[in-house]
Every structure is written in C-alpha cells, then in structure tokens.
C-alpha cells in the first residue's frame, strides 16, 4: 500500500514536472525563434539600406557622366597627336577624380575609379592596356584601354545592354567591384556597347566595416551574391549551390535544409542584382533554448528528489497507521481472547470511526458465539436427557404392567388403573415427540394426566369435551402436547378446590381450527398471560415443564398467521385459553 501510494503521488509530481518542462521549452522556443527571427530580419534590413545608400551613389556618377560637356569634349579627341590624347586623357581623369571626391564626401568610403574605354574611340589608343589586377592606390582614378579586359566576364555583363551593370569580386585585389556601362550625349562617335566601362572598387574589408555582420548565433552565417549567385562575401557555409529560385522568391524567414541541418534563411535584395543572406542553424536555437532551461532540469531534478523524500515520509505517516491497523487484524485468532483496547491508540479520526466499529463487532460477534456456545450446551443436555429418557423403556413398561397385574389379582382396581395410566402417559410422552397425533389420542393422553392428577390431589375432575361435529376428532391431526400443558395448568392454579370442571370445545372450518380450553376455576389475568406470551415483563412465575410459551411457540412453527395461543375471560368470568391452528384450504 505505501509502495502503490508513493508511486502514484511520485507519478503525478514527476508528470507535472515534465508537461512543466515540454511547456516552458516550446513556449520558450517559439519566443526565442520570433526573436532570432526578428533580430536576423533587422540585421538584413540594416545591411540593405547600407547597400542602398552606398551604391545609390554608385549610380549617380555614370548619369553625370552622361550630360558632363567635358568629358565629351575629351572623348572627342582625335588629332592623331600623341599630346592632344595625353591632354585629353588628364582631362578625363581630372573629372573622375571630382566624381571620386563627391562620392568620398558623401560615403566616407576609400575607393578607386577604373575606366575601361572601348577599343573603337580613338582615345583608347594613346591609353595603356590595364586590368584590375593592376596595383595602384585608393582614392584615385585610372584610365585605359578594354583590350586585355573586353573577354572578360564582368566587362561582357556590363556591357550587354545601355546602362546594364554586373557585382562582383576580384579576389587578386580582395576588392568589391561595381561595373556599369557609361554614355555621354557630348560625344560624336557612337557604339553600340557605349563608350566603356566604369568599375568602383572598394576594399572587402572597408565595406564590411560599414555593415553589421554580427552573429545572431555562434554559427550564423552571412553571405552576398550577385545576380549568377557568385559568392561576393561568405561568412560561414557556403549554400549559394542550395539555393533555388523559389528561395529568392520566398518571402523571409524561410527553412532551408542543408546537409541534414536545418537553417532559418533571410535574404533580400539589397539593390538590383546584389542579394543579401543570413542563416541560422535551427542547433543553435535548440542549444540557446535548452541552455537556460538545463538549470531547470536541476531545479527539476533537485525538486524531484526532495519531493521524493517528502513523499516517502507523508505516505510512511499516512499509511502507518492503516498497516498497523492491518497488522493488528491479521494477528487476532479468536475474537474473544482479543484485546480491544488495542484499538484505542490511533489518533486519525477515520481510524478512530474504524476502530470503533471494529470494536462493536467483536463484541456483537463475541456474543453470538456465546449464544451459539450457550445453544450447543442447552443442545447436548437436552440430548442427554433424550437418551437417559429413553434408557431401558420397555423395562419400564413391563415393571407398571405387571405391577397392574399384581394390582388386579388382588381386587385394586384403582391402583391397577392408575398404573396402566402411567404407564400410556409415559408411552405417549417417549415414542416420536414431535410427531402428529389425532385429536383423539391427545384427548385420552388428558384422560390418563388427569387419573393420575387424581390420585395426588384431592380433587374431583370432569373432562367435557364438546365439538362442532362428532367426527371432527377422529379427523383432527395436531402436534403432542398441544393441550396438555393448558390441562395442567387449569389443575394446579386449581388444587384447593374440591371439584374442578374443564371444558374442551373443538370448531373447525376449511381453513382453520378453533379449540378453546375452560375452568370453572379463579384463573389468573388473561392481559397478564398474553403479555407473557409476547415476552412481555411481568410478575408471573415461570414453572418447569412445556409451558404456555412453549406451546405457542410450537403452534406458530407449525401453522402460518395468525396461529397462535391467546388468554381472555368467557362470559361467566372463567379463564379461557384459545388455540388457532391455521389450516390449508
């Protein structure tokens, strides 16, 4: 019980411990994911109005340069005299040194101007054949021809179309390059690819100053890319093959799965054709979720283990007692050698009402055993009895009979009658006791009672014997002794009369017989014998022998209701005893 107990209630604490835990976890998780979210969101939101602002400025040199009267001028240039070019070439890089400084002024970003002129102007002759590979220092401007450049990929997507423009890396210089196409109305030549290429270079490393590129996590990851998707800059893994142009159409977050690990993805356009990306691993959100709750599980865990001894010792108190109480019955052997007052040391007011009840049980059951005890020893004398009455009966009988024969050998007629009186009462009263007689034969059982009752008192006793019909009974069967008992009664509450009359009336319908027993004598109080019947407390003496209880005792477990002995007065005064037998139809 106190194991089944400490299990159910260690059960209950450690189920609301653990929907405690799986509860705070997700409702923890979800917060932290929408707050990483967020965070990454802002992040990439931050870097693209960086993007925006810095490049914006990007644009707007290669539309000055459009309307710029001078370097049209200078483009113009073709006298086939080396200093002309020489003059127009400064020329033209005076100008995109003012364009620098403007950008300069407005970003506070060190770069440098590339022009690449297109083999077709003449001016492209007297410059030098240069590429980006070439060394030379920031914040200035440089001015050559496209011929070791024009087969390149970058100068192609540049020059694809007016005003088309291309990202990208250059890994020699560690450089973000920017190249755009550039026309100018000024100019009399005229090229289908437009007059060159502009290309601003800005070290890696300035840029990603001027941009916040902190972890959201301690493996966050950030990448640029251009319109093919070439890694511009990559913090972290590269997933640029990974991403689908369903990616770059999804709106942001996204769950992207790379490698069996899961990533919350944001991207964006920072302007046209450069894409911004922060990825998350979903690990590190678990590991920051479960990072604070581990001390959770040793609160739990601590938690659990001091409930535990808290819940050994509440079930020990509570089902102490009841072990005890259990012990205690499972001891008790015989009810009557147990001692009750062991049952009076528990303080549980549960306890208390068990044991009190246990208590009246025992002693109601002590007390049947006693009835049943007193009932087997009333039983074995009344056996006893039985067999010393019928000990030798035909000795008996064979001692009064030739007793009467002696008697009437010697003319006394009335001992010999007294003792073959005798001698049938005691036949009658031996042979099957609680056998059915005639009526008959219980009336002449009354005749030999009344001989002998004769022969010790001095009195004088008439038998009348009356019934509704004269063969009533030799028809009647009731139990011995039925009348026999009111017989004696009516002779010994009589025995200082000199003569004594007693009346038997029988009447007898189909369902039911009437007999009704009468002395002429003073009789005793007929409310009083009833109460006595009823076992009612009264002053009446109780004699030996049948007695009047007895005999409506028998009549009532042989006969349904209302059967039964009953006392009252006839209409002389004289007391009168009623039996009802109730018969079968």
Request: proline fraction near 4%; charged fraction near 15%.
């Amino acid at each position: 019980m106190r194991k089944k107990m400490f299990t159910a209630l260690f059960l209950a604490v450690f189920l609301v411990f653990s929907g405690s835990y799986f509860l705070i976890y997700f409702m923890f998780h979800n917060i932290l994911h929408s707050q990483l979210q967020q965070q990454q969101l802002e992040l990439l939101q931050y870097n693209q109005t960086i993007f925006q602002n810095y490049f914006d400025y990007f644009d707007m040199i290669p539309f000055q340069m459009l309307n710029d009267e001078k370097i049209g001028e200078a483009i113009n240039t073709d006298s086939g005299v080396y200093l002309d070019f020489f003059r127009a070439r400064e020329s033209l890089r005076r100008n995109l040194n003012n364009y620098l400084k403007q950008y300069f002024y407005a970003t506070n970003i060190n770069c440098r101007i590339s022009l690449f002129l297109n083999d077709a102007i003449p001016l492209s002759a007297s410059c030098p054949a240069g590429s980006l590979s070439d060394r030379y220092g920031t914040y200035s401007s440089y001015i050559s021809s496209n011929i070791q450049v024009s087969d390149q990929k970058w100068y192609q997507r540049a020059t694809q179309a007016a005003w088309s423009h291309y990202f990208f890396y250059n890994q020699e210089t560690g450089e973000l390059c920017y190249a755009q196409n550039i026309l100018n109305y000024y100019t009399d030549a005229y090229t289908s690819d437009g007059l060159g290429v502009i290309v601003f270079s800005i070290p890696a490393d300035v840029i990603l100053e001027k941009l916040s590129l902190r972890s959201v996590t301690s493996n966050s990851s950030f990448l640029i890319l251009n319109e093919d998707r070439d890694i511009l800059y990559s913090q972290g893994p590269d997933v640029s093959s990974h991403l689908t142009d369903d990616v770059f159409l999804s709106q942001p977050p996204t769950q992207l799965r790379l490698a069996k690990e899961e990533y919350l993805l944001d991207i964006s356009s920072a302007i046209d054709d450069l894409y911004l990306i922060f990825l998350t691993p979903e690990s590190d959100i678990e590991a920051m979720v479960r990072m604070p709750l581990h001390s959770y599980i040793l609160f739990a865990a601590f938690a659990l283990l001091l409930l535990a001894g808290i819940l050994s010792v509440l079930s020990y108190r509570i089902t102490a007692p009841v072990i005890s109480f259990a012990n205690l019955l499972e001891k008790i052997d015989d009810t009557r050698s147990f001692d009750t007052s062991l049952l009076s040391g528990y303080k549980d007011r549960e306890l208390k009402i068990l044991c009190c009840s246990f208590r009246d049980l025992i002693s109601r059951e002590n007390t049947l055993i006693q009835q049943i005890d007193e009932e087997h020893t009333a039983r074995q004398k009344a056996v006893l009895h039985a067999l010393q009455a019928q000990i030798n009966p035909h000795f008996l009988y064979n001692a009064l009979d030739s007793a009467s024969w002696m008697a009437l050998n010697k003319h006394e007629d009335a001992i010999a009658d007294v003792l073959s009186s005798i001698s049938n009462l005691m036949h009658y009263s031996i042979s099957h006791p609680d056998t059915y007689v005639p009526l008959s034969q219980e009336l002449q059982n009354i005749q030999d009672f009344i001989q002998i009752c004769c022969l010790e008192y001095p009195i004088e006793i008439y038998l009348h014997v009356s019934a509704s019909d004269d063969s009533l009974p030799e028809q009647l069967q009731i139990p011995k002794f039925i009348l026999q008992p009111l017989i004696e009664n009516a002779i010994l509450h009589n025995t200082d009369l000199p003569l004594l009359h007693i009346s038997v009336n029988i009447s007898a319908s189909l369902s039911e017989v009437f007999l009704t027993i009468t002395d002429d004598g003073t009789g005793a109080d007929p409310a009083k014998l009833n109460a006595f019947l009823s076992y009612e407390q009264t002053d009446l003496t109780v004699s030996s022998g049948f007695g009047i209880r007895n005999v409506n005792e028998r009549i009532r477990l042989n006969y349904p209701e209302p059967s039964g002995l009953s006392y009252t007065k006839n209409a002389d005064g004289h007391l009168t005893a009623q039996i009802l037998l109730v018969t079968a139809s």
